[in-house]
């Protein structure tokens, strides 16, 4: 089988298989490239359909295991999720991406309209900044920016970037009517720790006005970076973030409780489950939201 390769440059990063018994630990700040803009062109990808209701159905890109290890020069992807300081597992569609969809959709009364051709076309979110962290395909952030807004996508790896989110951005948009404006769209790659700064120096830090996150609670000492970078890149009147997580990760510790109260020690930001799912059968999946004292709830807008 000839070896995948998309027709860009992404630079030369290398990896072995020690990877795989490093720590579940954040590499050290100065061993990770620098938070950067990022500008993805269109290579060719698959792309596939993913139900997210009855009535709403979004395309995402596909990209293999293997055909990630060649991109990131890690053969180690080709076997693990997640190879710390390396890839964190960015080309894999996790559930809690789709139970946020599903939430989202819901949230904001935005059903069928997503795959409608007609003229007139709702977007309730026309207006509003978003930013979804950690958003591997984008799934979520593909969601708001369907619903008009304008909505930047960070992940730590600009593979994931360049070869998936941007592929299921581009063919969503696809989708919508002639007749309507297509929302601004950027992309920024980086550590939590990092990002931050980035987009502070941007004009954006405090910006936001939604915040999206899945599946990034699973490492114990990722989440308060992730609850900084939350705190610093959240409008501070109005704003709200949508955190969707397993209540636990078996064998990396992570999970929503420890986050919860971590949230609430701080004193900083208020947190609550807006959602939970168990079919006793998977682990219990949930859905937080972070808002700052006297802030935006669920439903306000």
């Known amino acids: 089988m000839a070896p995948f390769k998309f027709n860009f440059d992404l630079g030369h990063r290398t990896c072995d298989s020690r990877a795989a018994d490093a720590p579940s630990v954040p590499a050290p700040l100065r061993d990770l490239p620098p938070a950067r803009e990022e500008f993805p062109r269109q290579p060719r990808c ?5 139900q997210i209701s009855p009535e709403v159905f979004l395309l995402k890109g596909n990209v293999t295991s293997e ?36 939430y989202l959709c819901e949230e904001w009364q935005y059903g069928c309209e997503l795959m409608d051709t ?5 977007q309730p979110l026309k207006g509003k900044l978003v930013l979804e962290l950690g958003c591997g ?19 730590f790896n600009s593979e994931v970037l360049h070869a998936l989110t941007s592929v299921t951005v581009a063919a969503n948009q696809g989708t919508l009517p002639e007749s309507s404006q297509r929302a601004k769209v950027r992309y920024f790659s980086g550590d ?8 502070i120096k941007e004009g954006l830090g405090g910006k936001y ?24 890149c959240l409008k501070p009147s109005g704003g709200i973030a949508y955190i969707a997580s397993k209540t636990h990760y078996f064998g990396v510790g992570g999970g929503t409780g420890r986050f919860k109260e971590m949230v609430e ?5 208020e947190c609550k489950t807006v959602w939970k799912a168990s079919d006793g059968v998977s682990n219990q999946r949930e859905i937080l939201t972070l808002t700052f004292p006297g802030g935006s709830l669920p439903g306000g807008g």
């Not at 939590?192 to 987009?199: A, D, V, Y």
């Not at 006005?209 to 610093?232: F, H, K, W």
């Open 67 to 102: 055909a990630a290890s060649v991109l990131t020069d890690c053969q180690e992807i080709a076997r693990s999720d997640l190879v710390p300081g390396v890839y964190e597992g960015g080309f894999k569609l996790w559930e809690g991406a789709t139970d946020l969809c599903k």
């Open 46 to 50: 698959s792309v596939d359909q993913v």
């Open 192 to 199: 939590f720790r990092q990002i931050p700064e980035k987009l």
């Open 118 to 122: 007609q003229e007139e076309f709702s």
């Open 265 to 269: 020690n701080s004193g900083v930001m």
């Open 209 to 232: 006005d939604i915040i999206l996150t899945s599946e990034t609670l699973y490492c114990e000492d990722t989440q308060y970076p992730l609850m900084e970078a939350i705190r610093q």
């Open 137 to 155: 395909h984008g799934l979520p952030g593909t969601v708001a920016l369907l619903a008009g807004a304008e909505v930047h996508f960070q992940d």
